[in-house]
């Protein structure tokens, strides 16, 4: 039986939903719940971005998590200093969650027209940055922001920057559909070309993920069509929770992986926690829980 690896996002994908805030008491309480329902990561949020954030990963310290890992969420160093100039970075190690999982840009427009940096320069705070963490004793995963629109326009550029992070040292390189306009079909194909341009590679216990957002009603079918693609990660919220959209629901997207396609993803037991998890996120949202739900 093939594994899936979960990782949730609600403590920040999540927080980015109309109308949707949780205290620092409400996210612990959350990620309590998700690690007692057998996901494998936590995202806990940015401490880069809010002091709340790293008073969250100061109190997490104190839970004694069965089964998850917790996960500090940032981007790559700044184009303008070394990583150890840089505050993100430094927020991320001295937050003490075991895994960080960093961002850089895929898309060529995004590095040169938005952020005005060259080509080089982008591949460049990829690979040190993750490099910094891993000399930091955390285990880095790579999310590959914005990768399908990216790969799309400029698909020899979208795959280096896959190779930075591989040569950074990552072993987990995670596709996101950041804008959730690609479809199945696409998700598919990129994700294969992703994979297959790694296979020959010889690079040990290399893994491929997928973060999907909704804007076309596409998140858990994308998500579902990267698994069947080869990707063995799947990044999503509780109730699909996120910004515009939403975000990959894994209320939907959990028995999915267990109960159509045999993967090793979660327990029987923690198979019959999601409702109640569903129902408790919604609670501590204060938003009303959507009864037609398919599970």
Not at 81 to 106: H, M, Q, Y
Not at 253 to 281: A, H, Q, T
Request: a negative charge.
């Amino acid at each position: 039986m093939k594994k899936a690896l979960l990782y949730d996002t609600t403590l920040r994908d999540g927080m980015q939903g109309e109308n949707i805030f949780f205290s620092t008491e409400d996210k612990l309480k959350i990620a309590v719940r998700l690690d007692e329902a057998g996901i494998h990561y936590i995202e806990g949020g940015w401490p880069g971005s809010n002091p709340g954030a790293q008073v969250f990963f100061e109190k997490a310290k104190e839970v004694d998590f069965k089964q998850a890992k917790l996960a500090a969420f940032g981007a790559t160093r700044r184009q303008d200093r070394s990583c150890e100039e840089d505050v993100n970075l430094a927020a991320l190690i001295n937050s003490g969650a075991p895994v960080v999982t960093i961002f850089g840009k895929s898309w060529d427009l995004h590095v040169e027209a938005i952020m005005n940096n060259t080509l080089a320069e982008n591949l460049l705070m990829i690979q040190e940055s993750i490099a910094y963490l891993l000399h930091h004793d955390r285990e880095v995963l790579y999310d590959a922001e914005h990768f399908f629109d990216g790969y799309k326009a400029n698909a020899s550029y979208a795959l280096k920057t896959l190779e930075a992070a591989v040569g950074g040292g990552t072993r987990c390189l995670v596709l996101c559909d950041t804008n959730g306009g690609s479809t199945p079909c696409e998700i598919e194909d990129i994700t294969k070309a992703a994979i297959a341009h790694f296979k020959d590679r010889q690079i040990e216990d290399l893994i491929f993920g997928i973060h999907t957002h909704n804007d076309c009603s596409m998140a858990v079918a994308n998500s579902i069509q990267a698994v069947h693609s080869g990707a063995t990660m799947v990044q999503g919220t509780i109730n699909g929770y996120g910004e515009r959209c939403g975000n990959a629901d894994l209320t939907s997207i959990i028995p999915i992986l267990s109960l159509k396609m045999n993967r090793d993803c979660i327990s029987k037991e923690n198979l019959g926690k999601l409702l109640n998890l569903s129902r408790f996120v919604s609670e501590t949202a204060n938003v009303p829980p959507v009864n037609s739900r398919p599970f």
